[in-house]
């Protein structure tokens, strides 16, 4: 292990780099899946037609491919982005948001329905029953699955390697390259995703007995 002792900082700098991208393309992902359950769920077809489409667009298409044609193939559609950590940003968002979707949606559909119909009753809109009465109830029904989420989205932050941003796998990638020992270094990097996953584990537990609303 000592080629790991060796590289440490190498490893740390890895680990930052995927902790700020795991925590920005979450953030994203919050929104986005919000919005998009939102159309899921709304009275008009087209918008319930737009969010059904990317939901199930994006959550079925791996998200190694999607990487790969945001970074090289939409400069030959003209839509250029020159930082590779932002592409990475945006695809793991708009990725993890599609899983995001639905768990909202969820959420919404646990939610009696009778509380809709009677803030509807007092003459409220639908965004503003959506956002100000079932939505905040519907997050707090989802906040283990929104964890297991956020867990998996540590792990799917090292597929920003293949458009060479420099996180935890990609660090790891270039140190057997250049000492030739994968498995003290493979050994290493699982140590640390799991340095992270774990803390994650036990703060979304805790959020959970929080916030969670037991039925």
């Known amino acids: 292990m000592d080629v790991v002792l060796d590289n440490l900082d190498l490893f740390l700098r890895g680990m930052r780099t995927t902790v700020t991208l795991t925590v920005l393309s979450f953030s994203a992902a919050l929104v986005i899946g919000t919005v998009v359950a939102a159309f899921r769920i709304s009275p008009v077809p087209p918008l319930r037609a737009v969010g059904t489409f990317y939901v199930g667009t994006v959550r079925n298409t791996p998200l190694?491919?999607?990487?790969?044609?945001?970074?090289?193939?939409?400069?030959?559609?003209?839509?250029?982005?020159?930082?590779?950590?932002?592409?990475?940003?945006?695809?793991?968002?708009?990725?993890?948001?599609?899983?995001?979707?639905?768990?909202?949606?969820?959420?919404v559909n646990s939610v009696a329905a009778g509380q809709g119909e009677a803030a509807r009753s007092l003459g409220l809109t639908f965004p503003q029953v959506l956002f100000l009465v079932v939505l905040p109830q519907a997050i707090r029904t989802?906040?283990?699955?929104?964890?297991?989420?956020?867990?998996?989205?540590?792990?799917?932050?090292?597929?920003?390697?293949?458009?060479?941003?420099?996180?935890?796998?990609g660090n790891a990638e270039e140190l057997i390259r250049s000492t030739?020992?994968?498995?003290?270094?493979?050994?290493?990097?699982?140590?640390?995703?799991?340095?992270?996953?774990?803390?994650?584990?036990?703060?979304?537990?805790?959020?959970?007995r929080r916030y969670a609303i037991k039925r």
């Open 64 to 107: 190694a491919v999607l990487m790969i044609l945001f970074f090289s193939g939409l400069p030959d559609a003209g839509v250029i982005v020159d930082s590779r950590y932002v592409s990475a940003v945006i695809v793991l968002s708009a990725y993890t948001g599609a899983f995001v979707a639905e768990a909202v949606r969820a959420g």
């Open 142 to 169: 989802v906040v283990a699955p929104l964890g297991s989420i956020f867990i998996a989205l540590i792990k799917n932050s090292a597929l920003a390697a293949l458009i060479s941003v420099a996180e935890l796998a």
């Open 180 to 208: 030739a020992q994968p498995i003290p270094i493979f050994v290493g990097t699982a140590v640390a995703y799991l340095a992270l996953s774990l803390p994650a584990g036990l703060a979304v537990a805790r959020l959970e």
